[in-house]
């Protein structure tokens, strides 16, 4: 009968040690410091996610903006907003169909300059539908002027321009270029003879 006994206990420490060991052998927290210094320009006081707005006009919609990531960086001496996974832009006609769009990867608006800059597979429609492609855009809100010094090509109904930049008014459809390069269709005259 002792021997018995003897077991239970045996098993019931055993059990007792074993179970101590998986609660508290697992339980150990390493805590590390970092010094970081930030400053408070660095750091945006505004990130939302998912954004769609809509701007109006006389209670008639205008715009729409979607931006999956918008930062706002107010406090530094050059307020900004960022857009790090890109921004699409569409303008609405009378009827509310889309006229004009815009889309690229980034972009980054300076609040007191008023200035936009588009990064990344710009892809802008004017309301003509022709179709500029670059990779920087910029759009002074102030002078009310787009314009670029990088490789931009220009779809048209009829062709195709390249140009190594290019500027507008800020609706896309006066523009000029700047060492352009292209195909154009010629009309042949026939010959009178």
């Not at 569409?90 to 009827?95: H, Q, S, W, Y």
């Not at 490789?151 to 006066?174: C, H, P, R």
């Amino acid at each position: 009968m002792q021997k018995k006994y003897d077991c239970k206990n045996i098993t019931t420490a055993f059990s007792v040690v074993v179970v101590f060991f998986l609660l508290f052998s697992c339980n150990t927290t390493v805590t590390e410091q970092i010094d970081l210094e930030l400053s408070s320009g660095e750091v945006p006081r505004l990130h939302t996610a998912d954004v769609t707005t809509v701007i109006s006009d006389s209670g008639i919609t205008r715009y729409r903006i979607y931006t999956p990531v918008w930062n706002v960086y107010d406090n530094t001496s050059q307020p900004y907003w960022e857009f790090p996974d890109g921004v699409h832009f569409e303008r609405f006609d009378e009827d509310l169909i889309v006229d004009a769009n815009v889309h690229c990867e980034y972009a980054k608006f300076l609040e007191k300059e008023k200035i936009w800059e588009l990064k990344g597979n710009v892809r802008a429609t004017n309301i003509k539908g022709e179709l500029f492609e670059t990779e920087q855009l910029f759009w002074n809100q102030k002078t009310e002027k787009i314009y670029s010094d990088s490789l931009v090509t220009i779809t048209q109904e009829d062709y195709i321009i390249n140009a190594q930049g290019f500027e507008s008014n800020q609706q896309m459809t006066k523009y000029t270029w700047k060492q352009t390069q292209g195909i154009f269709p010629v009309e042949e005259e026939e010959d009178q003879n």
